[in-house]
């Protein structure tokens, strides 16, 4: 079966400190996607990045940058330099890959909520 | 701004009764899902409808059903309402059904059943 662990339920940092969100999941399919999405204290669940298990090159798009880790089943979110902006929910997701007749249900981890003080 | 439009944003109704939540799709989408959001249960999986026809179930109660129209807009309707029923619903949408596809996601609908 599918599971997204995300283990670390809040975490609270000064503003400029670097934080690392982890995520752990759990597939019998070789081939998936892995998805992080953000939700601010608006509600809207914002999406961030999404990586395919074939690719696991890291990935740096300013001050997000993504390790993703197949040995350990691993895809873990840093923050560079956070700031209070960054203050929101995380949620790492899981997505298998069915190409016929395929659908992609996200499979969500319960969340790292994430409180960034000035 | 994801280009899904969810109406209502806010909806308090009793127990018993019944409601329907409604999504437009980003233009071009052809896949819905529904998600609901709970404190005890987190962000599940409920369907997904791929032009027109359901594609995927998740852990949808049978009070729950929905459709997906010739238009693409979709619409979950919840009846016989429970306390519990109370969470944030979000539809999302992509451009295919197919694995792998990033869904964005509408701004929800905040449902409280008193």
């Known amino acids: 079966a599918q599971k997204v662990t995300q283990a670390q339920t809040e975490i609270s940092v000064v503003e400029k400190e670097d934080v690392t969100l982890d995520c752990v999941y759990e597939?019998?399919?070789?081939?998936?996607?892995l998805f992080w999405y953000k939700q601010p204290p608006s509600g809207e669940l914002v999406f961030l990045i999404r990586?395919?298990?074939?690719?696991?090159q890291n990935e740096i798009s300013g001050r997000y940058s993504w390790n993703f880790q197949k040995s350990t089943s691993s895809f873990n979110f840093t923050i560079t330099a956070s700031q209070v902006v960054d203050s929101a929910v995380y949620f790492c997701a899981l997505s298998e890959a069915t190409f016929s007749g395929g659908y992609n249900k996200l499979i969500f981890g319960a969340g790292t909520r994430l409180a960034v003080h000035p | 701004d994801s280009g899904v439009t969810q109406t209502p944003k806010h909806l308090i109704t009793a127990t018993g009764q019944r409601v329907t939540l409604r999504c437009s799709p980003r233009?071009?989408?052809?896949?819905v899902y529904w998600y609901q959001q709970s404190l005890d249960q987190g962000l599940q999986f409920l369907i997904q409808y791929y032009n027109g026809e359901e594609r995927a179930k998740g852990n949808i109660l049978e009070r729950f059903s929905a459709q997906q129209f010739p238009d693409l807009h979709s619409e979950l309707n919840l009846s016989s309402l429970e306390l519990g029923d109370s969470a944030l619903y979000f539809c999302?949408?992509?451009?295919?059904?197919?694995?792998?596809?990033?869904?964005?996601f509408g701004q929800g609908t905040r449902l409280t059943v008193v």
């Open positions: 597939t019998r399919d070789t081939t998936y996607y």
């Open positions: 999302a949408s992509s451009d295919r059904g197919q694995g792998g596809t990033e869904a964005f």
């Open positions: 990586r395919n298990s074939f690719d696991e």
């Open positions: 233009s071009g989408d052809l896949s």
